[in-house]
């Protein structure tokens, strides 16, 4: 059974920058064997889709409101996914989510994931 852990969340000021780690472990299988999708919940909203990058690396989707501030990447080796968050907003605050989909191909839907963390609270206030 895959395990997901969220990292980095912290509270921080309009214009600032977090890096989460999702990390993944328990599985027999490699982690580039999953496509990996970060989503985020706000209070009272539904969740939504952040960012995600197939199993090889080679395909990477950004929500629209992300694009150009946020970066994901990964490190098979380490068995760990980030979110690189630049120029944060508070609209950014929100719990933030990784899950894994076994599929080489990017989803922005929660219900295609197989597997979820926990999340890590990110909140941007001055």
């Known amino acids: 059974q895959l395990q997901l852990v969220e990292s980095g969340g912290a509270l921080v000021q309009p214009g600032g920058s977090l890096r989460l780690s999702c990390a993944a472990s328990?599985?027999?299988?490699?982690?580039?064997?999953?496509?990996i999708g970060w989503f985020r919940q706000a209070p009272g909203k539904e969740r939504e889709g952040v960012s995600c990058?197939?199993?090889?690396?080679?395909?990477?989707n950004y929500a629209d409101s992300m694009k150009g501030r946020f970066t994901i990447s990964r490190d098979n080796a380490k068995n760990t996914v980030y979110l690189q968050m630049n120029s944060l907003k508070p609209e950014d605050t929100a719990v933030y989510y990784c899950?894994?989909?076994?599929?080489?191909?990017?989803?922005?839907?929660?219900?295609?994931?197989?597997?979820w963390g926990q999340g890590t609270q990110v909140t941007v206030s001055s």
């Open positions: 328990g599985s027999g299988r490699a982690l580039d064997y999953y496509t």
């Open positions: 899950a894994a989909r076994v599929n080489i191909y990017c989803s922005g839907y929660s219900y295609q994931y197989d597997y």
């Open positions: 990058i197939s199993s090889t690396g080679g395909r990477i």
